[in-house]
């Protein structure tokens, strides 16, 4: 963060000053309650249902808190502690947070989509940190509440930021537009997620649309062209550039030629009547559509094609996406067990289909979550999917993916099919089946800490 003195904020949030000095600076800021005090000269909002422990905020001092409560329940704050008193606590949190991201007048991507956010978003840090300090999102940690430490972590020196944005329900990511207001958003892929806060697929659109009202003026949306759902994204009143990628001729950036290589994947990327040569580590057309995401944005910053392919070509592959080892047995482990959704199932399918050719391939399936009224509908759709497939074994883990297995069997699978309800048994039935000449997708929920266990239970120490 930026270090701001308390005399500047509160002269800005036009509060009063109830006790403490104003003459020092404040370099962290959080929302009192929603995260964790942990640093000194800490700014922290405090609602009125908050219970304050101001013994805690002292020993962190010094400390700001910024709040309107009554003056009587702000009075027994320590010495090391500066209280301020605003009107609202609500109009006093926004006003802050925008005037210090005009602090900053850098390229911020926010990064949507049903999967390859996190991807996307780690192949764009990947690309730019060779040069540029950049501020990420950690991992998949996308939630609303993480939006404000987040924004905290661009400083003086950062020269990009780019944050991933997590939607449980609707509004979700227009809040966190409010905070991030990015410059160039992208929307990965539509598929069918979180149904259980969107309502629908339809409401589920709508809600990952929310990112087009949310880029800063003559801002750039980068977009999937060859995805159905993100062609139902109404894109009217979007007054900035927009960029296509994909392999249709209709993509301002397109690949051709995709083809499995040894790690990963080789291809031409087309721009501008030009042509280049590409690979991306990991495997799936899917990856290759995260790259030209990636590369789109960089591009957008103003890095060469030629630069950006070469510092992609280096990317390494997250953990537990589609990540694979030696197993038991001799035999290969894919582990996709960072997220389930139908969209990541039937990208996982794909790869099976072209590195499964002439292998004994397993397949390991989980419950999906949060499909709400859907749920029986999608996991039988995944069941059909399974079933038009060369796949030898099929084994369900969990009283939904039991629908799975069951419309698998109704569609004619010539897969051996077994039903869990837990990975407890399911070792005894996989050890005498995995041998050299054996795949094995394991794909179930980051929530299932027995699936994530269990898929490690299965890998030698050694990757592949």
């Known amino acids: 963060m930026k270090p701001l003195r308390v005399k500047e904020i509160r002269n800005l949030l036009q509060g009063e000053l109830l006790s403490g000095s104003e003459l020092w600076n404040v370099s962290n800021a959080i929302y009192y309650n929603r995260h964790e005090l942990t640093k000194r000269n800490s700014l922290m909002f405090v609602s009125r249902s908050d219970s304050i422990n101001w013994q805690e905020i002292n020993n962190k001092g010094p400390s700001l808190v910024i709040s309107d409560k009554p003056s009587s329940e702000l009075k027994d704050a320590l010495s090391d502690t500066t209280v301020i008193r605003v009107r609202s606590l609500v109009q006093a949190y926004w006003k802050f947070m925008d005037y210090y991201r005009g602090l900053f007048q850098i390229p911020v991507v926010a990064i949507t989509g049903t999967c390859g956010k996190t991807t996307t978003k780690e192949m764009i840090k990947h690309v730019l940190s060779k040069d540029w300090n950049v501020q990420a999102s950690i991992s998949s940690k996308n939630e609303p509440r993480q939006s404000l430490p987040y924004l905290m972590g661009i400083a003086e020196n950062t020269n990009a930021a780019v944050f991933e944005l997590g939607l449980g329900n609707t509004g979700n990511i227009k809040h966190q537009c409010m905070i991030y207001q990015p410059t160039i958003g992208i929307i990965t892929t539509i598929g069918v997620h979180h149904l259980d806060g969107c309502g ?46 994909g392999v249709s001729e209709e993509s301002n950036i397109r690949a051709s030629n995709i083809r499995f290589a040894k790690s990963g994947m080789d291809f031409q990327i087309h721009i501008s009547n030009k042509k280049y040569n590409a690979f991306i580590p990991g495997y799936g057309e899917h990856q290759v559509y995260n ?34 080892s030696n197993g038991i047995g001799g035999s290969t482990i894919i582990d996709d067990t960072w997220t389930n959704n139908p969209t990541s199932v039937e990208a996982a399918l794909k790869v099976l289909d072209s590195i499964g050719q002439g292998k004994n391939v397993i397949l390991v399936l989980g419950d999906i979550k949060r499909l709400g009224n859907f749920e029986k509908k999608y996991h039988r ?34 897969a051996k ?36 266990d269990f898929a490690n239970s299965l890998k030698e120490n050694k990757k592949k």
């Open 291 to 324: 790259a030209l995401a990636a590369i789109a944005a960089v591009n957008e910053m103003g890095m060469d094609i030629n630069e950006a392919i070469s510092r992609l070509a280096t990317y390494k592959n997250m953990t537990r996406h589609l990540e694979f």
């Open 200 to 245: 629908n697929l339809e409401g589920y659109i709508r809600a990952k649309s929310e990112i087009v009202d949310g880029i800063k003026r003559n801002g750039t949306l980068i977009l999937n062209a060859d995805d159905l759902n993100t062609k139902k994204v109404p894109l009217q009143s979007f007054k900035g550039k927009i960029v296509y990628f």
């Open 417 to 452: 099919v077994h039903i869990f309800k837990d990975v407890t048994g399911v070792i005894d039935v996989l050890k005498p089946m995995l041998d050299g000449n054996s795949i094995l997708l394991i794909k179930g929920p980051m929530s299932s800490r027995s699936m994530i």
């Open 381 to 414: 759709e995944i069941g059909s999917m399974v079933a038009k497939r060369n796949i030898h074994t099929l084994i369900t883990i969990g009283s939904k993916a039991e629908e799975i297995a069951n419309q698998a069997k109704k569609d004619g699978t010539e």
